[in-house]
C-alpha cells in the first residue's frame, strides 16, 4: 500500500501518478490536495499524509510518497516523525541507495524539478528496491540512540 500525499505544487504530478499507479494496479490512498489550491501548505498536507500512515500503515512494509514544488519541504516535515525515514531523491539510483542502505519509508519528489518520466522510474525503483539489512541495520538503530 502507498498513501500519496501532495500541495498543489505537486497536484500535477501526484495526478499523473495516480494513473500510472491505477493502471499498474498499484494501491493506493491519496492523502493530499485533490483540489488545485494555491493557497494551501505543504506543512498541512504533509503532516495529514504522515498521520495517516502511522496510524493505518505497516511502517516495515508499506510506504508513504510525499510531492511537494521542491520536496523539501515534505522531507523535512516527514522527517520529524519518529520511524519515518525520508528520503528526496532526484534520481533512481538515490533512490535504490535510500533502500537499500537507509531502509526509508518515504519518498519525497519536487515536482518542479521532476518530470513524469523520471518520478515513474524514482517510484518504481523506490518501491522494488530491498533493505540489505546487517551494518545498515546497525546504523540505523544508532540514530534513535
Keep these: 500500500m502507498i498513501v500519496l500525499g501532495n500541495d498543489h505544487a505537486g497536484f500535477l504530478l501526484k495526478e499523473k501518478l495516480k494513473k500510472w499507479f491505477l493502471k499498474n494496479n498499484i494501491e493506493f490512498v491519496e492523502i493530499g490536495n485533490v483540489n488545485f489550491d494555491s493557497l494551501d501548505s505543504y506543512v498541512l498536507y504533509g503532516k495529514k499524509a504522515v498521520e495517516y500512515f502511522v496510524k493505518n ?3 516495515t512494509k508499506d ?3 510525499l510531492i511537494c514544488g521542491s520536496g523539501v519541504g515534505m522531507s523535512i516535515v516527514a522527517n520529524r516523525t519518529k520511524d ?3 528520503v ?3 534520481t533512481k539510483k538515490q533512490a535504490v541507495q535510500a533502500r537499500e542502505h537507509n531502509n526509508c519509508n518515504c519518498l519525497c519528489i519536487g515536482a518542479r524539478n521532476t518530470t513524469f518520466f523520471t518520478a515513474k522510474r524514482i517510484v518504481k525503483s523506490f518501491l522494488n528496491t530491498d533493505f540489505l539489512n546487517g551494518k545498515y541495520l546497525d546504523r540505523i538503530n544508532q540514530i534513535d540512540e
Aim: glycine share 0%; aromatic share 0%; with cysteine.
Design 57 to 59: 500503515c505497516d511502517l
Design 63 to 65: 510506504k508513504l510518497i
Design 84 to 86: 519515518i525515514r525520508a
Design 88 to 90: 528526496l531523491a532526484c
